[in-house]
């Protein structure tokens, strides 16, 4: 299985900290998604990183993809109290099947 | 507001019932999917359809049936399921398979 595993589960921090979260798998991937999930609510896709691609920037998001450990890191910069939700990386293998094999997740809950 | 809609948003049934979801996309887009999201499980890829083709059936069992009828509108038909079937039941689209997913808000079913 590629099934991506997210960490830490639960993360509490103050307002205006950063929060990082990891994800690592265990098969080749095509690209690594990150999504964001408000409780019992849709996933709000944050940032795509293909397997060629190192590092991407989306405002105060920044993703990080290392191939070569199988892992992923979601950092959260200056958060804020809706930034409150729960995290998850999806992975995609290769033949661009569009099936998206999804780790656990994890919740962030921040503090005003 | 994401451009996916699904009806109804809450729906609770009995084992001997037949019911359905729908699910629309206003996006343009080219590929669409049904995911099953239960309590303390990751995210599961039911269905995946790529121009309206069937193009991932992952393991679902026969009483959930799904239906692309044009590339905007998906359904899940249910009949006879199970208690354990009760989840958050979410549709997504995407403009080809290897793109970042967009979600609906989900459905809530309850089996009694």
């Known amino acids: 299985s590629q099934q991506g595993e997210e960490d830490p589960q639960a993360l509490s921090i103050q307002e205006g900290e950063n929060a990082t979260m990891n994800c690592s798998y265990k098969t080749s991937i095509n690209n690594l998604q990150w999504y964001r999930q408000n409780s019992g609510r849709g996933l709000v896709h944050l940032i795509l990183i293909r397997s060629n691609e190192r590092e991407k920037h989306s405002g105060r998001l920044r993703v990080t993809l290392d191939t070569s450990k199988k892992s992923s890191s979601l950092l959260i910069t200056a958060s804020r109290a809706a930034d409150t939700a729960s995290y998850f990386c999806?992975?995609?293998?290769?033949?661009?099947?569009?099936?998206?094999?999804f780790g656990q997740g994890t919740t962030l809950q921040v503090k005003p | 507001e994401t451009g996916v809609t699904q009806t109804p948003r809450h729906l609770v049934m009995g084992m001997t019932n037949k019911k359905s979801l729908k699910c629309e996309q206003h996006l343009g887009h080219n590929a669409m999917y049904w995911y099953k999201q239960s309590a303390k499980k990751p995210l599961e890829l039911m269905f995946v359809?790529?121009?309206?083709?069937?193009?991932e059936n992952n393991s679902v069992p026969s009483r959930f049936s799904p239906e692309c009828p044009n590339s905007s509108h998906l359904f899940l038909h249910l009949h006879t399921l199970q208690p354990e079937d009760s989840a958050l039941y979410l549709c997504?689209?995407?403009?080809?398979?290897?793109?970042?997913?967009?979600f609906g808000p989900g459905t809530r079913l309850t089996v009694l």
């Open positions: 999806a992975t995609e293998g290769s033949g661009n099947t569009g099936k998206l094999i």
């Open positions: 359809y790529s121009l309206e083709e069937r193009v």
């Open positions: 997504a689209s995407s403009l080809y398979r290897n793109n970042e997913q967009f």
